[in-house]
């Protein structure tokens, strides 16, 4: 995947999560690693109302190849609230498969 398609991936899985639509993305990976109430709980734990990161934010995107997996990228999302970017994180691996990517939410870190 060309690094513009990851771009547009991850921000579809921000919003996403920002908008808290977790049976869709839930839906999206396929139930792999996150479900939509472990995803609920994390962004609960936040303590505040998340925000998409603005435009300048997506340019610190910083894919990393996964070791044993061709054409897998790990992928790093600070996450915003109306305040600013926090320390929290959201963990995503992206794949290509049959020329559509695959997504799973590997975690969100809070804290």
């Known amino acids: 995947m060309n690094p513009n398609d990851l771009t547009l991936v991850a921000k579809h899985v921000m919003k996403l999560l920002v908008e808290r639509r977790f049976d869709e993305l839930e839906e999206a990976t396929g139930g792999t690693r996150l479900s939509a109430d472990e995803m609920e709980a994390a962004v609960d734990d936040v303590g505040a109302r998340l925000v998409m990161p603005p435009e300048s934010g997506w340019k610190e995107l910083r894919p990393r190849a996964v070791r044993n997996l061709p054409g897998a990228f790990e992928l790093s999302l600070a996450l915003w609230t109306s305040a600013g970017r926090t320390a929290d994180?959201?963990?995503?691996?992206?794949?290509e498969r049959n020329g559509r990517p695959t997504i799973s939410v590997d975690d969100i870190i809070v804290g």
């Open 89 to 95: 994180t959201l963990e995503i691996t992206v794949q």
